[in-house]
């Protein structure tokens, strides 16, 4: 994940996934399309999580990755119509 450009960072270790997908969908819509959102989290349950913000949004996970018990993940944010 060095090689991305991060522009911001939501650290959600010990949070429950509920709480995770709120806080991350509040991120991301402060953020301008094409920026990344990289979360840090310890809870396996983020990846549904995640997945679904991807996919109900249409943000891009690009990229994932386990370290040391910590999940990361880049989204990047895509235009969206309102």
Do not use: W
């Not at 979360?39 to 990755?65: F, N, W, Y």
């Amino acid at each position: 994940m060095d090689s991305i450009k991060v522009d911001k960072t939501l650290d959600v270790k010990g949070v429950g996934s509920e709480r995770i997908g709120a806080l991350a969908k509040t991120a991301l819509g402060n953020m301008c399309a094409g920026q990344v959102l990289k979360i840090v989290a310890d809870d396996p349950s983020t990846r549904s999580v995640i997945s679904d913000i991807c996919s109900d949004k249409g943000h891009l996970l690009i990229e994932s990755q386990e370290d040391k018990g910590m999940l990361l993940y880049a989204i990047k944010k895509v235009e969206t119509e309102f």
